[in-house]
């Protein structure tokens, strides 16, 4: 069975037809099913180019930035280019009203200025290897403890990939679950900030302008990789040197034209293209729209304090964009699968499947029926599970969520026998984390959603998932939720910096029961004990059955459909995908060119918006015409959209030409194809990059770092 189903997945992405933009492939594979097809299209390097364990390659160049983004190498010493927004949080953390580099932005003039950044880091791909056999060996559909059985194979084979080593790796799955592939991994923790423009270039056009097409934005950020002097990963210190990597990419001056090959190399997170309609629906019809809800609310809060105040403005800055992205992908997201009658499609694929399966597969006959009866309970337990993220994780109550950070010293002191370094550590990093948590704290925002998100929750949620704090409401209170933040607010101590800092440096097991009775404390333990005790248990058992229909269903479309495009969901491995510059069609009589100008920004600027105040110096040099050798018809290109199918996790990722040199990073995808995560259009879905001209004409001209430039390698 195991056989067969790899022989079905090898047949699925053999057979591909010329000229696909749509897909995720990974880079092991590349010489056997893809390379042709790109040297066709006008790619002239080779696959081992691309992906190698024994010369240097791309995929030496590429890293995963922090935990969620891409980065590349620009220079043989360490210098690395990613998103703005992928290093917005570092830079919103070294950023004050006294050094504010968020407005002014950041430019170290030397190694020595370059600035430190805890809990950062980088991850370089050794290399990859198909481990399926290995994680499948003495595993059956049927037997019992199957998951234990599969992650005790994979421990092994982590264990043998890195003993011995500095390296670090995993085992995932590949086709839900039909196929895992072993990813050996280097990591780099010092990681220090270069440069960044400011957020009028590096997020010019804001919320407004996210997820859209024509863009300007500068999205991009600099930072360096420090090793010790033997070029090994090793934690901060002054004395680490810049990293020497195998590889860099060279950058092209030479611009792109409307066909030009394109390629995207980088870390997709999760794409979700062969899940049924039910999914769909769900998403669509019920998910969705809930948590554009609460987060519709939670924005028009943050944005009427930031725009009174600077310093309010600067505290939120990473909160309000970390809640915005989703927020606004979700909205296009339904339109755009409304727009592509998705469900109707995948209805109707699925009566010909289920045709199909009813005569000659019997055994994926009831696929589509179990899917049903999983669905309809599942939906309500995600939304209640994602309504809890919501009000504790995800930006909602923020003096509910510290006061749960006292849960595990808590436990601490509950244990049976006392671990006194056990506790030290936890207040040690307890002290930290309250110091960062109220530089970017104010109590008005926080109340506010506070009771937002309490009242979202109560109108929102079916009844079965309420907290309890609902029932202490509804007695003392009356229901009013308002009242009761009131009371929350005026009593709770985690409002209050110092007498929380008091209360972590002198915790002791005599001042559980003063926690116990915190009303902050109180709302976090009672949405926590709703999630431990009726939310998560069936919601991961109902995942986890969908998880096995995924893969029973992965190996049926494989077999219904042996001529079909078959390529992996993204799952923030190592992918590769590639296109063209190519402009659209967003709707009817609409016609996008596929690049953008420095003549848009100054079009755009408006003094009176936040998000389109043109800095000075930038009106000066187009004044000035002065664009050096980054000018392109009179003008400096700024950004272009191709053909790339790319999501979350590709932000940061290089977009190379046909000769592998960088030509742009990508940053987004266009409003009308941010579907693609579900489903690919390829007359609408693009990605966004911002064009590398762009990149050294801020750079050299804007902010006279001409210097970071004599490090490149620039082609002409």
Same mark, same amino acid.
């Given at each position: 069975?195991?056989?067969?189903?790899?022989?079905?997945?090898?047949?699925?992405?053999?057979?591909?037809?010329?000229?696909?933009?749509?897909?995720?492939?990974?880079?092991?594979?590349?010489?056997?099913?893809?390379?042709?097809?790109?040297?066709?299209?006008?790619?002239?390097?080779?696959?081992?180019?691309?992906?190698?364990?024994?010369?240097?390659?791309?995929?030496?160049?590429?890293?995963?930035?922090?935990?969620?983004?891409?980065?590349?190498?620009?220079?043989?010493?360490?210098?690395?280019?990613?998103?703005?927004?992928?290093?917005?949080?570092?830079?919103?953390?070294?950023?004050?009203?006294?050094?504010?580099?968020?407005?002014?932005?950041?430019?170290?003039?030397?190694?020595?200025?370059?600035?430190?950044?805890?809990?950062?880091?980088?991850?370089?791909?050794?290399?990859?290897?198909?481990?399926?056999?290995?994680?499948?060996?003495?595993?059956?559909?049927?037997?019992?403890?199957?998951?234990?059985?599969?992650?005790?194979? +994979?421990?092994?084979?982590?264990?043998?990939?890195?003993?011995?080593?500095?390296?670090?790796?995993?085992?995932?799955?590949?086709?839900?679950?039909?196929?895992?592939?072993?990813?050996?991994?280097?990591?780099?923790?010092?990681?220090?900030?270069?440069?960044?423009?400011?957020?009028?270039?590096?997020?010019?056009?804001?919320?407004?302008?996210?997820?859209?097409?024509?863009?300007?934005?500068?999205?991009?950020?600099?930072?360096?990789?420090?090793?010790?002097?033997?070029?090994?990963?090793?934690?901060?210190?002054?004395?680490?040197?810049? !990293?020497?990597?195998?590889?860099?990419?060279?950058?092209?001056?030479?611009?792109?034209?409307?066909?030009?090959?394109?390629?995207?190399?980088?870390?997709?997170?999760?794409?979700?293209?062969?899940?049924?309609?039910?999914?769909?629906?769900?998403?669509?019809?019920?998910?969705?729209?809930?948590? +554009?809800?609460?987060?519709?609310?939670?924005?028009?809060?943050?944005?009427?304090?930031?725009?009174?105040?600077?310093?309010?403005?600067?505290?939120?800055?990473?909160?309000?964009?970390?809640?915005?992205?989703?927020?606004?992908?979700?909205?296009?997201?339904?339109?755009?699968?409304?727009?592509?009658?998705?469900?109707?499609?995948?209805?109707?694929?699925?009566?010909?499947?289920?045709?199909?399966?009813?005569?000659?597969?019997?055994?994926?006959?009831?696929?589509?029926?179990?899917?049903?009866?999983?669905?309809?309970?599942?939906?309500?337990?995600?939304?209640? !599970?994602?309504?809890?993220?919501?009000?504790?994780?995800?930006?909602?109550?923020?003096?509910?969520?510290?006061?749960?950070?006292?849960?595990?010293?808590?436990?601490?002191?509950?244990?049976?026998?006392?671990?006194?370094?056990?506790?030290?550590?936890?207040?040690?990093?307890?002290?930290?984390?309250?110091?960062?948590?109220?530089?970017? !704290?104010?109590?008005?925002?926080?109340?506010?959603?506070?009771?937002?998100?309490?009242?979202?929750?109560?109108?929102?949620?079916?009844?079965?998932?309420?907290?309890?704090?609902?029932?202490?409401?509804?007695?003392?209170?009356?229901?009013?939720?308002?009242?009761?933040?009131?009371?929350?607010?005026?009593?709770?101590?985690?409002?209050?910096?110092?007498?929380?800092?008091?209360?972590?440096?002198?915790?002791?097991?005599?001042?559980?029961?003063?926690?116990?009775?915190?009303?902050?404390?109180?709302?976090?333990?009672?949405?926590?004990?709703?999630?431990?005790?009726?939310?998560?248990?069936?919601?991961?058992?109902?995942?986890?059955?969908?998880?096995?229909?995924?893969?029973?269903?992965?190996?049926?479309?494989?077999?219904?459909?042996?001529?079909?495009?078959?390529?992996?969901?993204?799952?923030?491995?190592?992918?590769?995908?590639?296109?063209?510059?190519?402009?659209?069609?967003?709707?009817?009589?609409?016609?996008?060119?596929?690049?953008?100008?420095?003549?848009?920004?100054?079009?755009?600027?408006?003094?009176?918006?936040?998000?389109?105040?043109?800095?000075?110096?930038?009106?000066?040099? !187009?004044?000035?015409?002065?664009?050096?050798?980054?000018?392109?018809?009179?003008?400096?290109?700024?950004?272009?959209?191709?053909?790339?199918?790319?999501?979350?996790?590709?932000?940061?990722?290089?977009?190379?030409?046909?000769?592998?040199?960088?030509?742009?990073?990508?940053?987004?995808?266009?409003?009308?194809?941010?579907?693609?995560?579900?489903?690919?259009?390829?007359?609408?879905?693009?990605?966004?990059?911002?064009?590398?001209?762009?990149?050294?004409?801020?750079?050299?001209?804007?902010?006279?770092?001409?210097?970071?430039?004599?490090?490149?390698?620039?082609?002409?």
């Amino acid at each position: 069975m195991k056989k067969f189903l790899i022989l079905l997945i090898i047949s699925a992405i053999i057979i591909v037809p010329m000229q696909a933009k749509e897909g995720m492939w990974i880079p092991i594979l590349l010489k056997k099913y893809n390379i042709e097809e790109m040297q066709q299209m006008g790619f002239k390097l080779t696959a081992e180019d691309i992906y190698s364990v024994n010369q240097a390659c791309m995929k030496d160049a590429v890293v995963i930035f922090g935990g969620g983004c891409t980065g590349e190498l620009i220079s043989d010493n360490g210098l690395l280019i990613t998103n703005h927004h992928c290093g917005f949080d570092a830079i919103q953390k070294h950023s004050s009203v006294e050094h504010d580099y968020l407005t002014n932005g950041f430019w170290a003039k030397d190694n020595s200025q370059e600035l430190p950044n805890e809990n950062l880091s980088v991850t370089f791909l050794k290399r990859m290897e198909d481990v399926t056999e290995k994680v499948l060996r003495g595993i059956s559909d049927d037997m019992k403890g199957k998951a234990d059985s599969i992650q005790k194979n +994979i421990n092994a084979i982590i264990k043998e990939a890195t003993d011995g080593t500095l390296f670090i790796a995993n085992v995932k799955p590949f086709f839900g679950g039909n196929q895992y592939f072993l990813s050996v991994n280097e990591v780099f923790n010092d990681i220090r900030l270069v440069g960044a423009p400011p957020s009028a270039i590096g997020k010019f056009g804001g919320d407004t302008d996210n997820w859209m097409w024509p863009r300007h934005t500068g999205d991009f950020s600099l930072f360096r990789i420090y090793a010790d002097k033997d070029n090994n990963p090793a934690e901060y210190t002054p004395d680490n040197v810049p !990293y020497k990597p195998l590889k860099h990419f060279p950058i092209s001056l030479k611009g792109i034209e409307e066909g030009d090959f394109t390629m995207v190399f980088g870390y997709p997170g999760s794409t979700e293209q062969y899940a049924p309609s039910y999914h769909l629906k769900m998403i669509t019809e019920q998910v969705n729209p809930a948590l +554009i809800d609460i987060r519709t609310q939670k924005l028009d809060i943050i944005k009427r304090y930031q725009n009174l105040d600077p310093a309010i403005r600067i505290q939120y800055a990473s909160k309000a964009a970390s809640i915005s992205n989703s927020w606004k992908r979700w909205i296009g997201e339904i339109s755009g699968l409304e727009k592509l009658d998705a469900i109707n499609k995948k209805e109707k694929y699925e009566s010909d499947f289920q045709d199909w399966a009813n005569t000659q597969a019997p055994e994926y006959a009831s696929l589509l029926s179990d899917y049903k009866k999983v669905y309809n309970t599942y939906g309500d337990y995600r939304l209640a !599970y994602n309504y809890i993220l919501e009000a504790l994780i995800r930006n909602g109550m923020e003096a509910v969520q510290m006061a749960g950070k006292f849960k595990n010293l808590q436990l601490a002191y509950q244990m049976d026998t006392l671990d006194n370094e056990k506790i030290e550590r936890l207040k040690k990093d307890l002290d930290k984390q309250l110091n960062d948590f109220y530089k970017d !704290y104010y109590q008005p925002i926080d109340k506010e959603v506070t009771l937002a998100v309490l009242r979202i929750f109560k109108e929102k949620v079916d009844t079965a998932f309420y907290p309890d704090i609902y029932q202490y409401i509804d007695k003392k209170y009356k229901g009013d939720i308002s009242k009761y933040v009131d009371d929350l607010f005026a009593k709770t101590t985690f409002t209050d910096k110092n007498a929380t800092l008091k209360l972590a440096a002198g915790f002791t097991a005599r001042d559980i029961k003063k926690l116990n009775k915190d009303p902050a404390y109180i709302v976090y333990s009672s949405f926590i004990d709703l999630l431990d005790n009726r939310i998560a248990i069936p919601y991961l058992e109902l995942s986890n059955k969908i998880k096995e229909l995924d893969k029973k269903y992965m190996a049926a479309q494989m077999a219904y459909q042996p001529d079909a495009i078959f390529y992996p969901d993204a799952n923030f491995t190592l992918r590769v995908s590639y296109g063209q510059v190519k402009g659209y069609e967003p709707r009817d009589g609409v016609l996008f060119k596929n690049h953008t100008t420095l003549d848009g920004i100054m079009e755009k600027d408006n003094p009176d918006i936040y998000d389109y105040r043109v800095p000075e110096k930038l009106k000066e040099l !187009y004044a000035q015409k002065d664009f050096g050798a980054y000018e392109a018809n009179g003008t400096v290109p700024v950004c272009f959209v191709a053909t790339n199918h790319t999501t979350g996790g590709n932000s940061g990722s290089p977009v190379v030409n046909a000769n592998g040199e960088l030509i742009g990073i990508n940053f987004d995808r266009a409003w009308e194809g941010v579907m693609s995560d579900m489903m690919f259009n390829p007359e609408q879905c693009r990605n966004i990059s911002l064009d590398m001209r762009y990149v050294l004409f801020l750079i050299d001209k804007f902010a006279g770092a001409s210097y970071l430039l004599d490090e490149m390698t620039l082609v002409k």
